[in-house]
């Protein structure tokens, strides 16, 4: 059974840090890992889709890797912003089973 | 292309009362999921269905819950006899395959408020 964990599930940084949120599975048999991003009250907005073959994604500010034999993915945002402000949640596509699982998420705060 | 669309965005239901949330997924994706969001806590898969099937419903209660997804219009949560406990937010989202190149795309959700 597919487990996601979310490390740390809370984070308080000053603007301007860069910053690495992690998240690792217990099932390696994945076709790919999405991060999502959650605002208070609101829906999820996908930030970037690892698929199984890939090693990283970018996009603008935002790096995520993917190691699948380790089980192990990490986002690094750079230059953070207080717009930033979020919970950040990962979820793999499990192989097989063919349904995401969640993560248990990182609320990220980033002070002015 | 619109996203996924999710309705009603917020219900509010009495004790006993029967909820349904229904979710039209994007254009051309036959593949929907739907999950559960308690306050503080993370997404839990409930329900995964193609056109017209139920592949998995392991993640559903296995009373007072049901799930559609007809060949056609939207795929409709449905909540019998609602209790206290089932407020939450509901999540659904589509695909279009199930490959790895897969990417979801979720609703703003259905925030059931049970009074």
């Known amino acids: 059974k597919q487990e996601v964990t979310q490390i740390p599930a809370a984070l308080s940084v000053p603007e301007g840090e860069n910053l690495v949120l992690n998240c690792s599975f217990t099932?390696?048999?994945?076709?790919?890992l999405q991060w999502f991003r959650q605002d208070p009250g609101k829906g999820l907005t996908s930030l970037l889709l690892i698929q199984s073959s890939q090693r990283e994604q970018t996009s603008g500010r935002l790096n995520a890797s993917l190691d699948k034999s380790s089980g192990r993915s990490t986002l690094y945002i750079a230059a953070s912003q207080p717009g930033d402000s979020a919970t950040y949640l990962c979820a793999v596509f499990t192989s097989g089973t063919y349904k995401y699982i969640f993560g248990t998420g990182t609320r990220l705060k980033v002070l002015a | 292309n619109a996203g996924v669309m999710q309705n009603p965005r917020h219900l509010v239901r009495r004790r006993g009362q029967e909820a349904r949330l229904r979710c039209s997924p994007m254009?051309?994706?036959?593949?929907v999921y739907w999950y559960r969001q308690l306050p503080e806590e993370g997404l839990k898969f409930m329900v995964y269905?193609?056109?017209?099937?139920?592949?998995?419903e392991s993640g559903m209660p296995k009373e007072r819950f049901s799930a559609e997804f007809p060949k056609e219009g939207p795929s409709i949560l449905r909540i019998q006899q609602v209790v206290r406990g089932d407020s939450a937010a509901y999540f659904c989202?589509?695909?279009?395959?199930?490959?790895?190149?897969?990417?979801?795309?979720f609703g703003q959700g259905t925030r059931l408020t049970v009074v």
């Open positions: 099932d390696s048999a994945i076709y790919n």
């Open positions: 269905l193609q056109k017209e099937n139920i592949i998995d």
């Open positions: 254009k051309g994706h036959s593949h």
């Open positions: 989202a589509s695909s279009l395959l199930d490959r790895e190149d897969t990417e979801a795309f």
